[in-house]
Each structure stands twice: as structure tokens, then as C-alpha cells.
């Protein structure tokens, strides 16, 4: 469970900033250092999609044998796993909140 987060150990992109003004209850987005910025949202994804020879696009390609056993003719499917070229990455239609955001994001009543 969880293998679709970070495998990158030591800076953590979405940590507090850290200054002294802010409040200890409260969360904020810091900036990574250098010119990298950390973001929650996660704009593109990469694709389960391939393309084969003829250029179609498909998770999965099949083709159909013809085995005979015993005089008798019967058809099978065959998976094709070679020549096949992945999609790449694909735009999202709406951006997902990253999976290592740490922050839990919810709407509750204001309490006073």
C-alpha cells in the first residue's frame, strides 16, 4: 500500500517555513530553497497507454492464434508485449492534489 508516494528520502518539498512569526498551529506552504518552488497540485501524470505498430491506442494488445490440438481448430488470444511505445505524460483535466501534501485540506465548522 501507498507505492504511489515518494521514494525521494532527506528534503521534504511541502515542510513549514519555518519563521518565527507564524503561529504553531498553523500550517503554511514554504518555498524549497534555490529557485524550485513546491507545489501541492500535480498538473500531468504518466500515461497506462501504449501505442503499437499500426498505431493504435491501448492498456492492452491481443492477437488472435489459431492453435489445432487433436485435429480440432481453436482460437486463442495471444498478448503482445513487444514493439509497443508508451504514451508519456498526459495533461490532467483538472489538477489532483499531490499525494505527499501534508497538510490535510477539509472545511469545518469556525469554531469561537
Known amino acids: 500500500m501507498g507505492g504511489s508516494g515518494s521514494k525521494v528520502k532527506g528534503a521534504w518539498p511541502f515542510s513549514g517555513s519555518g519563521d518565527a512569526g507564524t503561529d504553531g498551529n498553523e500550517q503554511s506552504l514554504a518555498r524549497l530553497k534555490g529557485s524550485r518552488n513546491a507545489t501541492p497540485f500535480v498538473f500531468t501524470r504518466r500515461s497506462s497507454l501504449y501505442y503499437d505498430e499500426d498505431g493504435d491506442l491501448a492498456h492492452e494488445f491481443y492477437e488472435e492464434t489459431v492453435v489445432t490440438k487433436n485435429g480440432r ?13 508508451p504514451q508519456g505524460m498526459v495533461k490532467l483535466d483538472h489538477p489532483c492534489i499531490h499525494v505527499d501534501f501534508p497538510i490535510v485540506l477539509c472545511e469545518g465548522e469556525k469554531l469561537q
Do not use: G, P
Open 73 to 85: 481448430k481453436r482460437s486463442k488470444l495471444k498478448r503482445i508485449q513487444k514493439n509497443l511505445i
